[in-house]
């Protein structure tokens, strides 16, 4: 069901866009990325970059993933270049934004995960 629900909100997804996935471990951030890739005609493995930092896909638009879990280190992540990836023509998924908040551009959307019980979770999207 969490792919599904990346797919279709895949349907709105622009390029440009930057969204900001926030939550425990295993509360379905990854997953829901791979319904978006998905959505955006990626039909390769999706997996989070947890030790590349960033991962880049061929799809619909330029998606780029990005994974703050390892590194939390804002000065490193500016020196990698991550404004250079956060512009109109790509679309950005930040996992464990919140890691790197100040970096991140105002038109940001947040999209937090929660453990409702062991079967379900809460989606909740946001601005910054």
Partial sequence: ETIQLGEHFATFVEKGDVFSFVGDLGSGKTTFIKGILKGLNFDKPVTSPTFTLVNEYDAKFPGIHIDCYREDEQ????????????????????????????????????????????NSRNIFLSTQ
């Fill in 75 to 118: 000065e490193r992540w500016i020196k990698l270049g991550i404004n250079d990836y956060m512009d109109e023509e790509n679309v950005v998924i930040i996992e464990w934004a919140d890691k790197m908040k100040s970096l991140l551009p105002v038109n940001t959307i947040q999209i937090q995960f929660s453990h409702k019980d062991i």
